[in-house]
């Protein structure tokens, strides 16, 4: 029942509600600060800004400066007029702990001949006392005759401690005699998943795959110093190309933790996921616990290795090479194990990411994800290089709803010798990775460093001019294979990202996700692409933080 004072309390809530009103009008929220520039917003679509505002580390709004200082009070305004302003950078496929511990040990990239690789590790080795010597980086296709070394220079160099130099790919070593005898190889040895080259009858050095996990087991594992060493050093060669997230393809559990660690201390600020090193020890472990958030660091995928590589013949190909007949390859995890681990990690919330190089074990590896997925949509398991493939079995990614991750830098890298590896009718179905691309209609890019260099500019540019630095060949490299500038900008940010779950959190620039952000002074989507290889970031921001 209404009374006489009904009509003044109504009267008196509408004029509080509509001062209300009025006084959220006239209020600006509270902003960090806002960016001016050639801002672009990546997703499904690219969209073109002047400007976006950032609140607690993360982009709050996009548009003209002019409304968004209607909207919101800034502390301050970065002008960058004239530049750039991308989402940050991300390797959708590295090794961001391989990097840093390379950066310790003798670098062996593009040496001329193996006794170059020799006389690097004397400079390396010095007249300090030492229990080993580590090196990576040769690769005997830059050399003349393009044959494996044999190891007679580094017995002869170092007579006394182990020595263990890994090829550029990292699927094959060579070691002196000293490393073989320590770990008690010899020319009766049987390795599953890798081999032991022989020339007249005695081991050559060479070591092939699973066969080098054998010599690297006898050396000493680096200390927790050195590994702290390695994780910032890397962080520093990434920041410094602006990649501010990042995929590494394998680790051990150890080191994902010390990872936490590091970046809970605020040493670390590159944001990780981590593939865990898929061995039964570790798939005990993360099966048990389960999936691991934080802010910079994910862990919800595993890591299996199908194959070798293509350069020293372990890739697994349905038919034998070309350039060797009795040769085809071989699987580094059997297929029993693989149908075991399939089968495990299918039922549980992780991914897996298998690499697979060779046309035999993507047909395989297509074959069991099927298998394996059916009636489980959106799982995003991957085929990490999926670099030759039969051209029956394209289908059976879209079909599979199988995500194919690739590094376009090693098309450029291969292209020289490829065609001696496939032959000219397989070679088409190598590095395809427009074709690959039309399957999902995306597709994550990374460099797979230490194999090729950290900047993520190098894969845009491989990607679309499908080239070296020096323009060769004319045309490009199976052209028809290259990517759009605007396919290959995605694959190194927003595409990266959703290959890892992380589309909604980063690589894209858009309301809601983290103010993570690279500036430079040349444009993706219209400068010379010599020029866009070339370049280095201004400024590569993280959480809205400048790093340095």
């Given amino acids: 029942m209404k009374n006489k004072y009904t009509h003044s309390f109504m009267k008196l809530g509408f004029l509080f509600v509509w001062a209300s009103f009025l006084i959220a009008c006239n209020t600006k929220q509270n902003a960090q600060f806002m960016v001016l520039g050639n801002v672009l917003s990546v997703g499904d679509s690219l969209q073109a800004h002047e400007a976006f505002v950032v609140q607690d580390g993360k982009v709050a709004a996009l548009g003209s400066a002019q409304d968004l200082l209607k909207k919101y009070k800034v502390d301050s305004t970065l002008n960058f007029a004239g530049k750039y302003i991308y989402p940050g950078l991300i390797d959708a496929h590295c090794h961001f702990y391989g990097l840093g511990m390379f950066a310790q040990r003798v670098d062996l990239s593009n040496s001329k001949s193996f006794e170059e690789v020799v006389k690097r590790c004397q400079d390396f080795a010095g007249t300090q006392t030492r229990t080993c010597l580590l090196g990576r980086g040769w690769d005997q296709t830059k050399w003349e005759g393009n044959e494996f070394p044999t190891n007679q220079l580094l017995n002869e160099a170092f007579p006394n401690y182990p020595v263990v130099l890994k090829r550029v790919d990292g699927h094959a070593a060579i070691a002196n005699d000293v490393a073989l005898q320590m770990a008690k190889l010899t020319v009766r040895s049987k390795i599953a998943g890798g081999s032991l080259l022989q020339q007249n009858g005695k081991l050559s050095g060479v070591l092939i795959d699973n066969a080098v996990d054998l010599v690297e087991a006898i050396l000493p594992k680096p200390s927790r110093e050195e590994n702290i060493e390695a994780l910032l050093t890397a962080q520093k060669m990434c920041l410094a190309h602006g990649i501010t997230a990042l995929t590494d393809a394998g680790l051990d559990t150890d080191i994902i933790w010390l990872i936490d660690s590091l970046q809970q201390a605020g040493l670390l600020r590159i944001k990780i996921n981590a593939m865990v090193s898929l061995t039964d020890e570790n798939l005990a472990y993360w099966l048990n616990r389960g999936p691991f958030y934080s802010d910079l660091l994910q862990v919800n995928s595993f890591k299996m290795y199908g194959d070798g590589a293509l350069g020293s013949r372990g890739a697994c190909l349905l038919k034998h090479y070309e350039d060797k007949p009795n040769e085809q390859g071989f699987l580094l995890t059997q297929l ?82 490829a065609e001696a590896r496939l032959g000219s009718d397989r070679l088409k179905g190598a590095y395809a990775y427009k074709t690959l691309l039309q399957q999902l209609g995306w597709l994550p890019l990374g460099t797979d460093f230490p194999v090729e260099q950290v ?19 004319a045309g490009g490299f199976q052209i028809q294979e290259g990517l759009s500038r605007e396919e290959a900008l995605k694959g190194i940010t927003f595409w990266a990202a959703k290959g890892a779950f992380q589309e ?45």
């Fill in 455 to 473: 900047s993520p500019f190098y894969t845009f540019f491989a990607a679309v001019a499908r080239t070296d630095a020096a323009g060769f060949p």
């Fill in 504 to 548: 909604k959190q980063m690589g894209t620039l858009q309301v809601g996700s983290a103010a993570d952000f690279v500036v430079v002074n040349h444009s993706f989507l219209t400068a010379e692409l010599l020029t866009i290889r070339n370049q280095k970031p201004l400024f590569t921001f993280i959480n809205a933080s400048v790093q340095k």
């Fill in 336 to 417: 029993a194990a693989m149908e075991k681990y399939v089968r495990k990690i299918a039922a549980s919330p992780f991914q897996l990411n298998t690499h697979a190089i060779g046309d035999s074990t993507n047909r395989i590896l297509l074959k069991l994800y099927a298998s394996a997925l059916a009636g489980k949509p959106d799982r995003r398991w991957r085929i990490e290089h999926a670099q030759v493939v039969n051209e029956a079995d394209f289908p059976l990614f879209g079909s599979g709803q199988v995500v194919p991750s690739v590094q376009p830098t090693h098309a450029t890298s291969d292209m020289y010798w």
